[in-house]
């Protein structure tokens, strides 16, 4: 099976396209000069797999099969042409205007594929496999907290139109005594009464199962993309944001060439929008708009307490710029950070003997961060190696030698 992909088959060039779905692929060949040969629809099995492969196979040598959807619906053929020795090649979506012109169908969208491949215009390498489980995760954790608060939504709406009795006991509680107090209640009363209690009781004890759940799926994350310390450990990047820009990266992030196409994919990128002497760029509404999001936590995050954003912010507010226009700058500033972290190894100063240097003294991390006028989740952070701040680790552990 490995012969009818790779390079050392004999026959003519040509090339593969294909159009995923849940249960079947269709799959189209063209010529080197654009000919359509042939095409066939497969099940999404791993027989379904191999006969696709071999159905390209038989029409010449195949350089490149480009794949719609190399990460959710193709992934299982993408896995089975690359371990046969295939050159995929991950193609978007046919642009609305050539959809309106030649309509849509699966052959249609295979044989666009086949083009794709053929032209260059699809030439990034697909995501590999090893951000499946991380994807998974943050997925999980994610639907969590939207399901938590579509619980405490409920609550609220409850409350407001409950019994005076129970608006006026419950109402005024915010946020975790309210949640406690409710998932505590044991309903009782008239049946109208009892009913909303047994709604409040039931939506509280969801709250706090999906705040457990949350916090043991975000545990799990920071463990697997804390694999990465120089994202990890760069300022104001979560688990949940280092998470986001891996899953958008890849875990072969080699296939983004440059930092500029990194940020093209984030959205950060301003798109050239001139035209005669008029030269100028607009903001760019494309890319991964979830890790467009996740840079902009961070930039808010080192707005309100990193040092040097907050000088950088003052000094471009005294240029007059506004607000947007700096966190514009800060996200694409920050992506080149970002960059580095994701394509290079980046040494964290070591910070193995900060934790067992502090608990042979019998210091606190309370009584650390006090000294420092900083909170101990900060201290315990950086003793984990996942929060990097070179100046307060230098300045920790050489209290911690003189203490």
């Not at 697909?126 to 938590?148: C, F, M, Q, W, Y």
């Not at 993309?225 to 958008?248: E, F, N």
């Not at 000088?311 to 950070?337: F, M, N, P, S």
């Not at 006028?373 to 190696?385: D, F, K, Y």
């Amino acid at each position: 099976m490995t012969a009818a992909v790779t390079a050392d088959t004999v026959g003519p060039d040509v090339f593969g396209g294909v159009d995923s779905h849940a249960d079947t692929l269709h799959v189209a060949v063209i010529s080197d000069n654009g000919g359509h040969l042939a095409d066939a629809e497969f099940t999404t099995t791993a027989a379904g797999y191999a006969a696709a492969l071999a159905f390209l196979g038989a029409h010449g040598r195949v350089i490149a099969i480009g794949v719609e959807g190399t990460s959710s619906y193709g992934a299982g053929f993408t896995r089975a042409a690359r371990s046969a020795g295939g050159h995929v090649v991950e193609v978007n979506r046919p642009d609305r205007a050539e959809r309106r012109r030649i309509g849509k169908s699966d052959p249609i969208d295979a044989y666009a594929a086949a083009r794709a491949a053929l032209s260059g215009r699809a030439s990034s390498a697909p995501k590999d496999e090893t951000v499946t489980g991380i994807r998974a995760l943050h997925n999980a954790a994610r639907s969590a907290v939207k399901a938590r608060t579509a619980a405490l939504n409920q609550i609220g709406h409850i409350l407001i139109g409950a019994p005076e009795a129970i608006r006026a006991k419950y109402g005024p509680l915010k946020g975790t005594a309210r949640t406690d107090a409710l998932a505590r209640l044991r309903p009782s009363g008239d049946p109208v009464h009892t009913a909303v209690l047994t709604a409040l009781k039931s939506l509280a004890r969801r709250v706090k199962e999906l705040t457990a759940e949350h916090t043991a799926l975000t545990k799990a994350l920071d463990t697997d993309v804390t694999a990465h310390p120089g994202l990890r450990a760069a300022y104001g990047v979560g688990p949940d944001t280092a998470a986001q820009l891996l899953i958008t990266a890849g875990g072969n992030p080699e296939r983004m060439r440059t930092e500029a196409s990194f940020a093209a994919l984030c959205g950060v990128a301003p798109v050239p929008a001139s035209s005669g002497r008029t030269n100028r760029h607009r903001l760019s509404r494309g890319g991964d708009r979830a890790a467009n999001a996740a840079l902009y936590r961070i930039a808010l995050v080192r707005m309100s307490s990193d040092p040097r954003t907050r000088d950088y912010v003052t000094r471009q507010t005294a240029a007059g710029r506004t607000k947007k226009e700096i966190i514009r700058l800060l996200k694409r500033a920050i992506t080149r950070e970002m960059f580095r972290c994701l394509t290079t190894t980046v040494t964290v100063p070591g910070i193995a003997d900060l934790r067992p240097l502090r608990q042979s003294k019998n210091i606190t991390l309370t009584a650390v961060a006090d000294h420092f006028g900083v909170w101990p989740a900060l201290i315990s952070t950086l003793e984990r190696g996942i929060r990097r701040d070179d100046a307060l680790t230098h300045a920790y552990r050489d209290w911690l030698q003189a203490a």
